[in-house]
């Protein structure tokens, strides 16, 4: 069994910074790709960052140069800085993760999901 979990989500005033953090845990092989996405109600859930395990980036256009994640392979976690936050970064940000496990193969698995709230 696999689990993600997801920490370091709160209320913030625009102008603010948060960090995330996600752990990966349990018969864990490997872990490739890892990535933060966002939900907001009644919209699709969308790509905020991703990050390869040999630590190339990819970004949505719309927290390029606010946002920067990173990784400690070592630890299975991965991280989301979240600089000059603006209220439209207001979501529940979940994380996710493409891992190979013993016997299991390969899959993608989720966290629960925290909430980010961003006052004006």
């Known amino acids: 069994q696999v689990q993600l979990v997801e920490s370091g989500g709160g209320l913030v005033q625009a102008g603010g910074s948060l960090r995330l953090s996600c752990v990966a845990s349990g018969s864990i092989v490997s872990i490739n790709a890892m990535g933060w996405y966002r939900q907001t109600p009644g919209k699709q859930r969308e790509l905020v960052a991703t990050i390869t395990s040999g630590g190339t980036t990819n970004y949505a256009d719309s927290v390029k140069g606010r946002f920067t994640i990173s990784r400690d392979n070592a630890k299975n976690t991965v991280y989301l800085q979240m600089n000059s936050l603006k209220p439209e970064d207001t979501a529940v940000y979940s994380c996710?993760?493409?891992?190979?496990?013993?016997?299991?193969?390969?899959?993608?698995?989720w966290g629960q999901g925290t909430q980010v709230t961003v006052s004006s």
């Open positions: 996710n993760a493409d891992i190979m496990r013993l016997y299991y193969g390969r899959s993608g698995y």
